[in-house]
């Protein structure tokens, strides 16, 4: 199987050759031809499967062929939940759209709005947004959906549970209802599964892999440890292990700055990335980190959804999260595009709970693995993965993971353009980071990035065994 076979035509053929890419993933296989074919689609595939090109390929190939937009009108929406996502995203759309005449560009929050009406002007082919930013926009008059052809929701679970489903709800309502609709993640309980699909007309499921799976290429392992001993354990992971590169997950933003601060005292170059850091902070953060500058990024969930930082090794859960699909998210930022990559939670007694859900979830017993010198004085007891799975817990309602209200509630249901302050910080996680680049305002037709140029070619052949790439 090839990507010529799946109906794409020769631009993007060619922007695909580019970027290294031989053969289609299986979910790109599978999603591709269904959605060139107008048909609603659901896919759930593993963390960094491709996903991204599973929808924007098609997504591309479909709007060649129709007629070019018009003033602030946009004809296919992707909308993501972080403002980090929404860049990359933007930057994929960029580099996949390089040989056509289409426009695209994209909009978060926590940078300036008038440049983005700016743009927006003109029209857009393909916009990526977040949620509460797009609204802001849309009550401001910049942007018309009259004509929208397509919507699609990447991480689609995270855009339809509790914290953005107002924000979503008042975004479909100005939509046309004749509409093709795009649902892409790694994860769907079923509670958003039904939701989803009362949203979608007659979707085609596409699921490459078990439900909520983790993808196979990252090997996970537990370290049972004292709560008060975490941040001594994982300086001594990251020192003896020599771990160059390592993405670390905390509950609360308060709990990334405190670990952070440690982190720095005990000779480790770290920053913290979060929703009450500026939209400036968040992306020196995730900047200095995919260029090396410092060795360990510091994060909440903010960082867990969609983000693709080449080759990451490394992923440490200080604190396990409470919602157990974050955890395949979260440690889905190693093992990327067939790549290994190695997961370690550090777990104390009082999240016996979480890990038992984790491990329901995943239907997998993690290996446990005590680090000399850091035995725990309270034991993490047994789990057991195969007992039916529980009810999912939604985040409160209005909730944002990482403590982002909603758009709607953060303006405090006031007219976004009289509380433009607020609203700015709506869509919450917001700005962007590509893979290599950073750009806070990217908005584009067809420019160039540094990953496009002497780009390996990327085949999944290689490592059939263990790459989700190549177990067909
Ligand atoms: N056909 C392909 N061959 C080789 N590499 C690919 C191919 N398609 C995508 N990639 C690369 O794989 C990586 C992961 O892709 P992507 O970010 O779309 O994953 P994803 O499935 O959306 O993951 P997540 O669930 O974490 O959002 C990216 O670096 C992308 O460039």
Redesign the pocket.
Known sequence: MS?ADLGLSAPILAA?SE???????P??AQAIPAVIAGKDVMAA??????????FTLPLLERLSKGQLTKSNQVRALILTPTRELAA?VGE?VSLYSKGLPLRSSVVFGGVKINPQIARLKHGCDILVATPGRLLDLYQQGAVRFNHLEILVL??ADRMLDMGFIHDIRKILAVLPAKRQNLM???TFSDEIRKLAKGIAHQPVEVSVAPANSTAQTVKQWISPVDKNRKSALLSHLIKSESWHQVLVFTRTKHGANKLTKVLEKNGISAAAIHGNKSQGARTKALAAFKSGEISTLVATDIAA????I?QLPQVVNFELPNVPEDYV?RI??TG???ASGQAVSLVSADETKQLNDIERLIQNKLERHTVAGFEPTNDLGSSSPSRPQKPRRSRPQGEHKDGQRSGENARGHKPAGKNRRHADKASGEGKPAS?DKLSANHSSSGNTSRQSENKPK???SANKQTSP?GNR
């Not at 593993?46 to 090109?53: I, N």
């Not at 959804?305 to 693709?308: I, V, Y």
């Open positions: 990507f695909v970027q290294g890419y031989e053969t289609p993933s979910i790109q595939a593993q963390t960094g499967t491709g996903k991204t090109a599973g990359q994929s990447d991480e892409f993640s790694a959804r969609g983000l693709d080449d998210h889905g930022r990327r595009a067939g893979r990327r085949s999944f790439w």
